[in-house]
């Protein structure tokens, strides 16, 4: 059996798939006094990378630190010529608060060869536990057939657009299986989660309302993202346009786009890539006034400023999100509802990714 402590990077002990069951119980009668299970979801890790059973078990690792929850973490390789199931269980184990007992999630590892869209609903759906939410996080690009059996059982399936090479193609796959599952599953992006802290402190300009009127001179935004992060800009060009009721007029050149507000006002949008951050900065041009931010070069603040062009300005500071796997999952996993405000964005800018 493995050793109940602090933090288990590895992936278990082996164990038939028939009686993963029987080792968990097995598991924490060893282990009863020491440490308490718990568990307030299922978290499931899909990966077609090699190597990826060991890299998301060291995630898992940090992850169940704030999280508790029954990770189902699967690594398949669809191109194996023979179909086979391997398993493992492993547990998660970190000292309560009260520095007393360990807290423990429990792991359960599969290694998928061959037919892994026919094999994949079984292995996620009879090894969940009980009755808790199901959250699929699904590390690869999307593709077909969508199992509805898989898909129905989804609550939330979380997913990182970034890197996704054709967008309308893969939101049409995710958004089929949503229709599928009759509109249950809620769609959670971490190309959207790295936008938070960035939204937040540009809204945060307008929190009073004897600032709405600057809403109405809008006439330029600029955002600066680090190379790969396009579609990161864009989602943010998105909320924009959502929230201030902008439509997509025309674009100039790949990166220079144009938008009209309800009052017929037109904001050009310049993207540009550099290096930095995902989001590095970005300056929105209301009238005279510019408001900015601007990643520190500390890395974890944000510099946020406002006042007329071309003049020095003191900056406040923000604190500024994380990039990392980690802490995009963990801000993700401490959300409930809908994300409706995301869905928007991208209905705004879908034909834009």
């Known amino acids: 059996m493995p050793a109940v402590s ?10 038939e798939v028939a009686k993963i069951d029987h080792e968990l119980k097995k598991l924490w009668r060893e ?7 718990a568990s307030l979801m299922n978290l499931a890790v899909y990966s077609e990378a090699p190597g990826s059973l060991n890299s998301n078990t060291q995630l898992m690792a940090r992850i169940t630190e704030d999280h508790a929850c029954r990770a189902i973490v699967i690594e398949a390789d669809c191109k194996a010529e023979d179909d086979g199931v391997d398993a493992w269980i492993s547990a998660h184990c970190h000292v309560s608060r009260a520095g007393s007992k360990q807290v423990c999630s429990e792991q359960i590892s599969f290694r998928l060869n061959g037919g892994c869209t026919s094999q994949l609903p079984n292995i996620v759906l009879s090894n969940l536990d009980s009755d808790l939410p199901l959250y699929l996080w699904w590390q690869n690009e999307f593709h077909e057939p969508m199992d509805p059996q898989l898909w129905a059982w989804v609550d939330r399936v979380i997913y990182d657009s970034q890197p996704w090479q054709d967008f309308r193609a893969q939101m049409r796959l995710v958004e089929s299986a949503q229709a599928e599952a009759k509109q249950r599953i809620i769609l959670c992006d971490l190309n959207w989660t790295r936008l938070d802290k960035v939204r ?4 945060q300009f307008f929190d009073h309302p004897a600032s709405h009127h600057r809403f109405a001179k809008i006439k330029k935004v600029r955002i600066d993202h680090a190379s790969g992060f396009r579609s990161t800009a864009l989602l943010f060009v998105g909320w924009l346009a959502a929230q201030l009721n902008w439509r997509a007029e025309k674009t100039e050149g790949r990166n220079k786009l144009q938008f009209v507000s309800s009052s017929g006002q ?28 601007t990643h520190a070069k500390c890395g974890d603040l944000l510099e946020v400023s406002r006042g007329i062009a071309g003049e020095k300005r003191v900056p406040q500071l923000m604190p500024a999100g994380k990039n ?5 999952m963990s801000e993700e996993l401490m959300r409930g509802g809908p994300h409706h405000v995301y869905l928007h964005a991208v209905e705004r800018v879908r034909d834009l990714l």
């Open 6 to 15: 602090e933090k288990t990077y590895s992936i278990g002990v082996p164990v």
């Open 31 to 37: 282990s009863e006094g020491a440490a308490t299970r």
């Open 200 to 203: 937040f402190a540009l809204a």
């Open 266 to 293: 037109r904001i050009d949008i310049e993207i540009r890539q550099c290096d930095g951050q995902p989001i590095h900065e970005l300056v929105l041009t209301a009238g005279d006034i510019e408001f900015a931010v």
């Open 324 to 328: 990392d796997p980690v802490s995009l």
